[in-house]
């Protein structure tokens, strides 16, 4: 404590001014005593607040309630204190604020981040400091156990459950695996836990810039010989490959698969941002950026003066905002706009329902039907001259029509022609082992045989299909 500090304790004191004090539990505290002035030890306020956050909205509170002419003493750094944060943005009446030590720093040096990049953060936030979480890391304000056990869970997550972690206090420091943070014989004011920097080969939890950091290595001209050489056209069509293995994986339910399957989704993107960023084009904050703008632009119903009362009304508005992003001032922008390299059944349903956006669509189902049947009808007459170029081009239509008449039946064109593919596959499968069971030679079989064998199947498969 400083001779400032102290002189103004006496001044208040004197003055029959309350002196209040954080908390007794430190060992600023004791020199506190030794002035031999009445204080007020504000630890009742720990007791009764839920979060980091309200605990120091109490504590400012308790100290405006004080009175002019109070002094606020905390322990460690007046700077470092949020409870102080807070009374600055509220004071109005006279008050002095008395700091000691920093804490973070004296346990920054026990740990051996002085001189280096590192963050600190108290337990009682570090629920909402998760996410920015990064080593070397360093925990304070592990007073008791339970809050040991919190911060293990969320440092685990981050980190591994075996990283190794030094338990620090004022008296001393202790090398543990994380997993022991809260199984140690003794917390109080000055107890936190320190996370040193891990190699990269030796961690067991990544982040988004160990992937980075990753591909990049990969690239460079003695990394790997296969991912070095590659170009956004060398690899375009993996992006493709590894979002329909996680539609597989996301069918099969299985949650191990979909992990797998989304990580690999997420390298692709990745490795085309590292090879954009070698380019100079642009880098992966600008993707991140670009997405969470993007993601705020188009909710104004969440982040904006929009309203949406439910899902339609929601898509409602996020159409309304893509259009205006996007700068599309006609209706046929937007139709245009849907990718040419979506799966043709996908892309028809699109630029069909973009399309009736403007108005241009049938009046129900049974109208879209009509015009299937008349497309139909089309298609059988261009079968009969043998013109491949115009039975391509009506059965085209056909399959348009089709799309057209599931969409406004509520279908989903892609899902449905897949389900029925595999649908197929299956009886088909079955069909051909009942025959084969029979003793026959399927090549040989007539057309009414088959159609025996798959009805046979269809049944069999009733329930499972």
């Known amino acids: 404590m400083t001779e400032r500090g102290k002189a103004a304790i006496f001044e208040a004191a004197n003055a029959g001014k309350k002196v209040l004090v954080?908390?007794?539990?430190?060992?600023?505290?004791?020199?506190?005593?030794?002035?031999?002035?009445?204080v007020f030890s504000l630890d009742f306020v720990y007791e009764k607040s839920r979060s980091f956050k309200t605990l120091n909205q109490n504590l400012a509170k308790e100290v405006l309630e004080a009175g002019d002419g109070a002094v606020y003493c905390v322990d460690g750094s007046a700077a470092e204190d949020n409870s102080v944060k807070i009374l600055k943005k509220r004071l109005k009446k006279n008050l002095a604020v008395v700091g000691g030590v920093s804490k973070i720093t004296y346990l920054v040096e026990k740990a051996g981040f002085a001189g280096c990049s590192y963050t600190a953060v108290s337990a009682y936030e570090?629920?909402?400091?998760?996410?920015?979480?990064?080593?070397?890391?360093?925990?304070?304000?592990?007073?008791?156990?339970?809050?040991?056990?919190?911060?293990?869970?969320?440092?685990?997550?981050?980190?591994?459950?075996?990283?190794?972690?030094?338990?620090?206090?004022?008296?001393?420091?202790?090398?543990?695996?994380?997993?022991?943070?809260?199984?140690?014989?003794?917390?109080?004011?000055?107890?936190?836990?320190?996370?040193?920097?891990?190699?990269?080969?030796?961690?067991?939890?990544?982040?988004?810039?160990?992937?980075?950091?990753?591909?990049?290595?990969?690239?460079?001209?003695?990394?790997?010989?296969?991912?070095?050489?590659?170009?956004?056209?060398?690899?375009?069509?993996?992006?493709?490959?590894?979002?329909?293995?996680?539609?597989?994986?996301?069918?099969?339910?299985?949650?191990?698969?979909?992990?797998?399957?989304?990580?690999?989704?997420?390298?692709?993107?990745?490795?085309?941002?590292?090879?954009?960023?070698?380019?100079?084009?642009?880098?992966?904050?600008?993707?991140?950026?670009?997405?969470?703008?993007?993601?705020?632009?188009?909710?104004?119903?969440?982040?904006?003066?929009?309203?949406?009362?439910?899902?339609?009304?929601?898509?409602?508005?996020?159409?309304?905002?893509?259009?205006?992003?996007?700068?599309?001032?006609?209706?046929?922008?937007?139709?245009?706009?849907?990718?040419?390299?979506?799966?043709?059944?996908?892309?028809?349903q699109k630029v069909g329902k973009r399309a009736a956006k403007a108005g241009m669509d049938f009046a129900g189902v049974e109208a879209a039907v009509v015009r299937l049947k008349e497309e139909i009808e089309e298609f059988l007459s261009a079968q009969k001259t043998g013109d491949k170029a115009q039975i391509n081009a009506e059965f085209g239509d056909v399959l348009f029509a089709a799309i057209n008449a599931g969409r406004l039946a509520g279908a989903d064109a892609e899902q449905a022609l897949k389900e029925s593919t595999d649908k197929f596959a299956r009886r088909f499968t079955l069909a051909e082992s009942l025959a084969l069971k029979d003793g026959k030679t399927v090549t040989e079989l007539s057309e009414k045989e088959w159609d025996e064998y798959y009805l046979a199947a269809k049944a069999a498969l009733k329930g499972a299909d």
């Not at 954080?22 to 009445?38: D, I, N, P, W, Y």
């Not at 996680?246 to 590292?274: R, W």
């Open 22 to 38: 954080r908390t007794a539990r430190t060992r600023s505290f004791e020199s506190l005593k030794e002035l031999g002035v009445e």
């Open 126 to 348: 570090l629920e909402e400091k998760k996410g920015s979480l990064r080593l070397p890391v360093l925990v304070y304000d592990l007073d008791d156990k339970a809050l040991a056990g919190d911060a293990k869970l969320i440092l685990s997550d981050a980190f591994g459950d075996e990283a190794p972690a030094s338990f620090l206090s004022f008296e001393k420091t202790k090398k543990i695996p994380l997993y022991e943070l809260d199984r140690q014989k003794a917390y109080d004011y000055s107890t936190a836990v320190a996370i040193e920097e891990i190699p990269l080969t030796e961690k067991k939890r990544f982040t988004l810039e160990d992937l980075l950091a990753i591909i990049v290595r990969l690239r460079q001209p003695d990394g790997c010989p296969w991912d070095k050489v590659q170009t956004p056209q060398t690899i375009k069509m993996n992006a493709v490959e590894e979002a329909y293995e996680l539609l597989d994986a996301i069918d099969s339910g299985d949650p191990n698969k979909i992990l797998e399957e989304t990580g690999d989704v997420m390298l692709q993107a990745v490795f085309h941002a590292v090879m954009q960023e070698e380019r100079g084009e642009f880098t992966m904050t600008d993707v991140l950026s670009e997405l969470c703008g993007k993601l705020i632009f188009r909710h104004t119903h969440i982040f904006g003066g929009d309203k949406a009362a439910n899902a339609a009304d929601a898509l409602s508005v996020w159409e309304k905002n893509k259009m205006k992003e996007k700068h599309q001032n006609t209706f046929a922008d937007s139709v245009n706009d849907v990718p040419k390299a979506f799966p043709a059944a996908m892309r028809a």
